[in-house]
């Protein structure tokens, strides 16, 4: 319980740190970035990590990881969390 408190407090930090600094989420996987697939698998790896631990689709984190790594708007994350967890209920 622990680890996903530190867990979600840091991504907390992140987002609010990022969007107070320059107004906006950068993304760390933009089209064309060497990053891009690399970063696509560990965010994969990620979430069913701690979709294991919580026993749930690990919506908290799906979100950040949308709007960080690939570049999504929030709206457009929220709505790719909702179609990435349906198939678990």
Request: net charge negative; aromatic share 6%; hydrophobic share 60%.
């Amino acid at each position: 319980m622990g680890v996903i408190a530190v867990l979600l407090l840091a991504t907390a930090a992140l987002l609010a740190g990022e969007t107070m600094v320059s107004g906006t989420a950068w993304s760390l996987g933009a089209q064309g970035s060497v990053w891009h697939w690399p970063a696509a698998v560990l965010a994969g790896l990620h979430v069913g990590t701690i979709s294991s631990m919580l026993g749930v689709a690990g919506g908290e984190f799906i979100i950040p990881i949308l709007i960080f790594v690939f570049g999504a708007d929030i709206r457009t994350a929220g709505t790719a969390s909702v179609l990435i967890s349906l198939p678990s209920c």
